[in-house]
């Protein structure tokens, strides 16, 4: 894996597509975000919910994020990059990703001049340390820069036979971002320019797994995954498979690290608890993995009909409100404060729920504040 100016693209597969890297970088990136959101809604208040009031000097804060692929929500009226999918059949026409839409989705679903500054504009709010992304399908040409601007580095996986790839449009991946000045991959003492501890895998269940140092000395295992979609007890299976596989390699490179602490965060498609459409069994091993040595940093629901939610939509008719999204952490880091969603009865007042013109996906961030205990 080499570094290619701040970033790391990682690709362990061939049927993908990339975007490119801009002829030039981002400049003033704050001041251009304020421009870019500054005619559109606010986005929706949220208030973070504090354990303690006086968190250590030695924490971190961490951030996961499914920020909807434009492959996955474009406008018809769109005209995608490619003319072909990947084997040379013609493209799908796009549908707005099969949410139900009003009047507004040409703006709503617009990734150039509405989502992804409004992207940005959550993630700046949140201000994060670590921060994971699924569904990223403008890595090069616009994460990468904008947040390279902002003082991040960060890697990026695209998954094979992306199905964004169907829509004309360029593959969507996992990719996990660090703010250079808290952290840094650990460096090869044998070549400078070859950082060690990096794992990265493609297939359906994408994945990137890295070790970095933070400030204090502490090192950090952190992952960041997107498991299968779509409900049933065979698509959970396949979960708990994947979800076991990115144990298994966060597990290995902490211990080649000698990392004290990990992190694993991501879209896990499951939720904590049975529902009437498959047993839970994804989250369960996670949460079982090492003798329960992972805890979430958010208090999870046991049954549906939770204030707590990460995502929220209409599609095709059906409105569901559901936890799959995750933070997940080592009993070595303490949680000193999570990031509350907004209040339910705001977003019932949006016709079609997320995403609206007041949010960008339809998934929510979370973020948590985490103190380092042991060193």
Known sequence: HTPTQSYMSVFRGSLIRCSSSPDAPFIDIYDRVKYETSGSPSLYSRQWYRYTNTPSQCSIRVMQFNILAEGLSASPQNTPPFSVTLDGSPIQASDYGGFDIDNNADDIFDFNKHRRWKLLQEIFRVSPDILALEECDHFADFFEPALAAAGYEGIFQPKDNSPCCKFGYYSDGVALFWRSSVLSLIQDPSDPQKPQFVYAAAGPCAHVVVTLQHSSGSRITVGATHLKAKAGDALEALREQQI?????????????????????????????????????????????????????????PTEPGSDLYTTWKSREGTCARRVIDYILHTQGMRV???????????????????????????HLAIAADLELLER
Not at 269 to 292: H, I, K, Q, S
Not at 338 to 347: K, R, S, T
């Open 336 to 362: 000193s404060g999570v990031l509350a969603p907004p209040a339910v009865d705001e977003i019932s007042q949006s016709t079609y729920k997320l995403p609206d013109m007041r949010y960008p996906s339809d």
């Open 244 to 300: 076991a596989q990115v144990l298994d390699t966060l597990e290995l490179l902490g211990a080649q690290s000698s990392a004290s602490h990990a992190i694993l965060m991501g879209d896990f498609n499951a939720e904590p608890y049975d529902t009437d459409r498959n047993a839970a069994m994804a989250v369960p091993l996670a949460l079982e993995w090492r003798d329960g040595a992972l805890r979430s940093a958010y208090c999870l």
